[in-house]
């Protein structure tokens, strides 16, 4: 049974910073594609950012385009967790933020939620102006 939970969220005031983490468990983690997605008020779930596994201990990121820059996503493999650091946050960002797995790597689709089969539960990240 996967299981992924996640912490971090929080209110911070605009320019400030955040990390999300999200632990996993009954999944192959190493070679598991992982993803955050985000969900405003009113509006659909949205693709923020994926580390996906190539080959070997090969991995990428990849990120929606108005938070390259600000936002990075890790994962530390021998702790079954995958983080989003979030810098120079903006009002905007404002969401619950979603944790997200799939079993093996990809190079393609990482930005669609039916990418995914398994999710957490959310945690809301508000950003005060």
């Known amino acids: 049974q996967v299981q992924l939970v996640e912490s971090g969220g929080g209110l911070v005031q605009a320019g400030g910073s955040l990390r999300l983490s999200c632990t996993a468990s009954?999944?192959?983690?190493?070679?598991?594609?992982l993803g955050w997605f985000r969900q405003a008020p009113g509006k659909e779930r949205e693709f923020v950012a994926a580390?996906?596994?190539?080959?070997?201990?090969?991995?990428?990121?990849h990120y929606i385009d108005s938070v390259k820059g600000r936002f990075t996503i890790s994962r530390d493999n021998g702790k079954n967790t995958v983080y989003l650091q979030m810098s120079s946050l903006k009002p905007e960002d404002t969401a619950v933020f979603y944790c997200?797995?799939?079993?093996?790597?990809?190079?393609?689709?990482?930005?669609?939620?039916?990418?995914?089969?398994?999710w957490g539960q959310g945690t809301q990240v508000t950003v005060s102006s």
């Open positions: 997200a797995a799939s079993e093996g790597g990809r190079d393609r689709d990482y930005d669609r939620r039916n990418s995914y089969g398994y």
């Open positions: 580390t996906t596994w190539s080959s070997g201990s090969v991995y990428y990121r």
């Open positions: 009954g999944l192959t983690f190493r070679s598991a594609t």
